[in-house]
C-alpha cells in the first residue's frame, strides 16, 4: 500500500470517525482577495470534485467517489451546493497558498488536499479567524452533502417521481424496486456491505425459503 493511500485512506477514517461535526457553523461570508461575489470566477466543479476525491479516495482496484464521475456524482452533489458563494468557495481555494508555497487548492497533490483539510478542521493555525469560519462551513457541507449523495446508493438510486415525490414506476411493474443494488458499478453501499432492497427474483426465493420453514404461508 503507497503512502499516499495511507495517508488519504487515514484521512477518511478520522474525519469520518465524529471529529468534525456534521452540522453547519453560521458564519458571515467573505469575499476572496477583495473582490466582489459578482466579480469572482472560481471552478466550482474542479473544487467539488477534488473535494469528493479527499473524502472518499478512489485507488486501482479500490473504486470510490471518483469512479462514479462518468455517472456525474459531482453535479448531483452540487445541486445541494449551491448555497456557498463563489466567493466562499474562491477563498477556500486560494487560502491553500499560506501553506503550501502560493499554491491554490486545485493545484495541489492529493496527498496535500488532505493535509489542508486537516488544518481547516484543527483551525489553530488561521490567525484570521472569520476567514476559517467560512473555511470549516464549506468543509462541513461539502463532506454532508458527498456522503448523502454517496451513500445513499447514487447513481442507483436515481428514478423519476412526480411532483409528490412518488417513484414512477414502469407500466405493470408491481415489484416496486425503487432503489435496486445492482452488480453493474461498485456504489456507496457496495463499500459498507448494505444489500439494498431485493430484486423480485430474490424475494420470490426469499418467500419459498420461508414457506419451507414454515414462517410463511
Do not use: C
Request: hydrophobic content about 35%; proline content about 5%; glycine content about 8%.
Amino acid at each position: 500500500m503507497s503512502e499516499k493511500r495511507v495517508s488519504r485512506r487515514e484521512f477518511l477514517k478520522r474525519s469520518s470517525a465524529g471529529g468534525v461535526a456534521a452540522a453547519v457553523i453560521p458564519g458571515a461570508p467573505i469575499a476572496a482577495m477583495g473582490e466582489s461575489a459578482a466579480s469572482v470566477q472560481v471552478d466550482r466543479r474542479a473544487i467539488f470534485a477534488a473535494l469528493g476525491d479527499v473524502l472518499i479516495p478512489t485507488d486501482p482496484g479500490d473504486p470510490g467517489y471518483r469512479s462514479l464521475e462518468p455517472y456525474k456524482i459531482t453535479e448531483e452533489v452540487m445541486k445541494g451546493l449551491s448555497a456557498i458563494r463563489d466567493a466562499d468557495l474562491d477563498a477556500f481555494n486560494s487560502a491553500s497558498g499560506d501553506f503550501f508555497d502560493g499554491r491554490v487548492f486545485l493545484q495541489l497533490t492529493e496527498s496535500q488536499r488532505a493535509d489542508y483539510l486537516r488544518l481547516i478542521i484543527d483551525g489553530s493555525q488561521f490567525a484570521d479567524k472569520a476567514r476559517l469560519r467560512t473555511l470549516q462551513r464549506i468543509y462541513r457541507q461539502t463532506r454532508t452533502r458527498v456522503f448523502d449523495v454517496y451513500y445513499r446508493n447514487y447513481p442507483e438510486n436515481v428514478i423519476a417521481r412526480d411532483a409528490g415525490g412518488v417513484p414512477i414506476l414502469k407500466p405493470g411493474d408491481r415489484h416496486q424496486i425503487t432503489n435496486p443494488n445492482t452488480r453493474r458499478l461498485r456504489t456507496g453501499w457496495d463499500v459498507t456491505g448494505f444489500r439494498g432492497q431485493m430484486t423480485w427474483e430474490e424475494e420470490v426465493a426469499a418467500r419459498a425459503r420461508n414457506r419451507r420453514l414454515g414462517l410463511h404461508k
